[in-house]
């Protein structure tokens, strides 16, 4: 059993960074691949990004390439998200979940989820 916690979510002016972490307990995370959901208020859940936790390779969503970045600190069993430069349209909650396999594509295989953490950029 896998049990993921959210944090670091909160209120910023556009422009601004949040970190969000994503902390696991139980299997460590480097048998999975890590992804970063959000959905924002009347839109459906979209991948933001995700990482492999054995080999580090990651992917992103085009909508955050170049202004977010995925990372992962194994001794922690943590997956950091730092966005920067956020846009009002970021504004979403973020979820992080699990797959077994370095699939990186959509909601279907993921084998546990965390709660969320909201995010809200102000314009």
């Not at 910023?12 to 949040?18: D, E, F, I, M, P």
Request: net charge negative; hydrophobic share 30%.
């Amino acid at each position: 059993q896998l049990q993921l916690v959210e944090s670091g979510g909160g209120l910023v002016q556009a422009g601004g960074s949040l970190r969000l972490a994503c902390t696991s307990s139980g299997t460590p995370l480097d048998y999975y691949t890590i992804n970063w959901f959000r959905q924002a208020p009347g839109k459906e859940r979209e991948e933001v990004s995700c990482i492999s936790g054995s080999d580090g390779r990651t992917h992103y969503a085009d909508s955050v390439k170049g202004r977010f970045t995925i990372s992962i600190q194994n001794a922690e069993n943590t997956v950091y998200l730092q966005m920067n430069s956020l846009k009002p349209e970021d504004t979403a909650v973020y979820y992080c979940a699990v797959e077994e396999y370095y699939r990186c594509s959509g909601e279907d295989g993921m084998e546990f989820w965390g709660k969320g953490t909201p995010v809200t950029v102000s314009s």
